[in-house]
T-cell receptor, first 112, second 112 residues
Framework: LAKTTQPISMDSYEGQEVNITCSHN???????ITWYQQFPSQGPRFIIQ???TKVTNEVASLFIPADRKSSTLSLPRVSLSDTAVYYC?????????????FGSGTRLSIRP | ETGVTQTPRHLVMGMTNKKSLKCEQH?????MYWYKQSAKKPLELMFV???????ENNSVPSRFSPECPNSSHLFLHLHTLQPEDSALYLC???????????FGPGTRLTVL
């Protein structure tokens, strides 16, 4: 199983760039890497997904090295509203519950 | 709004009660999921439905019984629950399993 490991928590300040790294040493060839954001008492929300190298959208960038054993979510110029839990998920896209594993997530706190 | 609705938003039940959680998605997706999120624990995938067929039961106790009458609706029938079943129950949908999941707001369940 491609289990993921993330820091439990991170702190930063408004306007800074935040990078959250996720380790997934057992990632399989067919696995994609997906990041979700979750606010308290809400369901997670998709942020970005990638397979290799770099993916960028209007919200974040995702950096994946060649060995794909880790990935880094980069949030540019964070604001207070980015305070949330961020989950890294590795999933092959098959309908297997055992392959869809959300880790403990990283609790990001943004200060003024 | 994510296009996934859940009712009720809050539910308190005794251990002998029978209740049902409802999820509805308005996105035309063909895969639906039930997750459990306990306090300070990772999201746990419970069930996956693809094209209205259950494709995975992730070792969930039989006191939880899912039902997917059509691709837009998903139910979780509850009976003889235990206090440790108190949690946030989240429903999600995706266009084919493994793709970006859209989560509902969740049902906060308390078992007395």
């Amino acid at each position: 199983l491609a289990k993921t490991t993330q820091p439990i928590s991170m702190d930063s300040y408004e306007g800074q760039e935040v990078n959250i790294t996720c380790s997934h040493n057992n990632i399989a060839t067919n696995d994609y890497i997906t990041w979700y954001q979750q606010f308290p008492s809400q369901g997670p929300r998709f942020i970005i997904q990638g397979y290799k190298t770099k993916v960028t959208n209007e919200v974040a960038s995702l950096f994946i090295p060649a060995d794909r054993k880790s990935s880094t979510l980069s949030l540019p110029r964070v604001s207070l509203s980015d305070t949330a839990v961020y989950y890294c998920l590795v999933d092959s896209g098959y309908s297997s519950a055992s392959k869809i594993i959300f880790g403990s997530g990283t609790r990001l706190s943004i200060r003024p | 709004e994510t296009g996934v609705t859940q009712t009720p938003r809050h539910l308190v039940m005794g251990m002998t009660n029978k209740k049902s959680l409802k999820c509805e998605q308005h996105l035309g997706h063909n895969a639906m999921y039930w997750y459990k999120q306990s306090a300070k624990k990772p999201l746990e995938l419970m069930f996956v439905y693809s094209l209205e067929e259950r494709v995975e039961n992730n070792s969930v106790p039989s006191r939880f019984s899912p039902e997917c009458p059509n691709s837009s609706h998903l139910f979780l029938h509850l009976h003889t629950l235990q206090p440790e079943d108190s949690a946030l129950y989240l429903c999600a949908s995706s266009q084919d399993s493994g793709n970006e999941q859209f989560f509902g707001p969740g049902t906060r369940l308390t078992v007395l």
